[in-house]
């Protein structure tokens, strides 16, 4: 699927969103968040999709909101209008945080405000030598959105989430990587190559083990413990359960590559829904 602002491409398992306004650096405007949110939804729903790359087109990641577009709604007051595209945006957050697959980010340019924090929502981020990141909205008298105050503390620790919230500055990439904002740095010509590399080694690992430690990594944050215990019971259990554990263990034992590829749903669902609810 291509639209006029966001492209959507699925190919060897590995589903790609690309932000497509250039000449704005793909800045938000009208219905671009939820072309974004739908483009998500599709991919998280798409079986045939085992990875997912987000990434811009351009000279940048995204730059947030169009503040030509931002202006006009704020002086005309439309306050439900503007209300509807911090939904978008909790949406687009929510639906990554949920789908049951990895997301990496493909950061090749500045990500400012709700970019950035599109950016910060994924699972893992990559981002070019030329990428910045930045907490840019009380620059316009905004407030963080796309769930930035629950990634950015989490990802960097309260203080320097106050930092980076209270300045707003765009920090660069290398400083990015230093307070674990990003994964990787790479040259630009580096970027997509490795992002894609990592998508396609993604998607030939079983699933079912992905998309519970995924949940396990959410779930450590504020659980003790003991309850991260109860889970990891739970989620083996299901993973003992699963046709690709069966796979993983003989291939093993052949002293052959495992072939996975059942999706990775467990024998007995009721194991991975205890997992996913313990």
Same mark, same amino acid.
């Given at each position: /699927?291509?639209?006029?602002?966001?492209?959507?491409? %699925?190919?060897? +398992?590995? @589903?790609?969103?690309?932000?497509? $306004? &250039?000449?704005?650096?793909?800045?938000?405007?009208?219905?671009? *968040?939820?072309?974004?949110?739908?483009?998500?939804?599709? #991919?998280?729903?798409?079986?045939?999709?085992?990875?997912?790359?987000?990434?811009?087109?351009?000279?940048?990641?995204?730059?947030?909101?169009?503040?030509?577009?931002?202006?006009?709604?704020?002086?005309?007051?439309? =306050?439900?209008?503007?209300?509807?595209?911090?939904?978008?945006?909790? $949406?687009?957050?929510?639906?990554?945080?949920?789908?049951?697959? &990895?997301? =990496?980010?493909?950061?090749?340019? &500045?990500?400012?405000?709700?970019?950035?924090?599109?950016?910060?929502?994924?699972?893992?981020?990559?981002?070019?030598?030329?990428?910045? =990141?930045?907490?840019?909205?009380?620059?316009?008298? !905004?407030?963080?959105?796309? @769930? +930035?105050?629950?990634? %950015?503390? *989490?990802?960097? +620790?309260?203080?320097?989430?106050?930092? #980076?919230?209270?300045?707003?500055? /765009?920090?660069?990439?290398?400083?990015?990587?230093?307070?674990?904002?990003?994964?990787?740095?790479?040259?630009?010509?580096? #970027?997509?190559?490795?992002?894609?590399?990592?998508? #396609?080694?993604?998607?030939?690992?079983?699933?079912?083990?992905?998309? !519970?430690?995924?949940?396990?990594?959410?779930?450590?944050?504020?659980?003790?413990?003991?309850? /991260?215990?109860?889970?990891?019971?739970?989620?083996?259990?299901?993973?003992?359960?699963?046709?690709?554990?069966?796979?993983?263990?003989?291939?093993?034992?052949?002293?052959?590559?495992?072939?996975?590829?059942?999706?990775?749903?467990?024998?007995?669902?009721?194991?991975?829904?205890?997992?996913?609810?313990?």
């Amino acid at each position: /699927m291509s639209g006029t602002h966001v492209l959507r491409d %699925v190919s060897d +398992g590995v @589903g790609t969103l690309t932000l497509n $306004r &250039p000449d704005k650096l793909n800045a938000f405007i009208g219905e671009m *968040r939820s072309e974004i949110a739908e483009g998500i939804e599709a #991919l998280a729903a798409d079986d045939a999709v085992r990875a997912v790359i987000i990434t811009g087109t351009g000279r940048a990641f995204c730059a947030g909101a169009d503040v030509k577009y931002l202006t006009h709604l704020i002086e005309s007051q439309a =306050i439900d209008e503007a209300t509807a595209l911090v939904e978008a945006g909790r $949406r687009v957050a929510a639906t990554i945080r949920g789908m049951p697959k &990895p997301v =990496i980010a493909a950061i090749n340019g &500045p990500a400012a405000g709700g970019g950035a924090n599109l950016a910060l929502a994924c699972d893992l981020r990559l981002a070019s030598e030329t990428a910045s =990141i930045g907490q840019t909205f009380n620059r316009i008298g !905004l407030h963080p959105d796309w @769930g +930035g105050t629950y990634a %950015v503390p *989490r990802l960097v +620790g309260p203080a320097r989430a106050a930092e #980076l919230f209270f300045f707003a500055e /765009m920090v660069p990439a290398a400083e990015c990587e230093r307070i674990g904002l990003v994964n990787r740095v790479v040259p630009a010509d580096e #970027l997509m190559p490795l992002a894609r590399e990592w998508a #396609l080694k993604l998607a030939a690992k079983p699933a079912l083990p992905l998309r !519970l430690a995924k949940d396990a990594v959410q779930r450590s944050l504020s659980s003790s413990f003991e309850e /991260m215990l109860d889970y990891e019971t739970a989620a083996q259990k299901a993973c003992f359960e699963s046709a690709d554990a069966l796979e993983g263990v003989r291939a093993f034992v052949e002293k052959r590559p495992p072939s996975f590829g059942n999706g990775g749903e467990a024998e007995n669902p009721s194991a991975t829904e205890a997992a996913t609810s313990a």
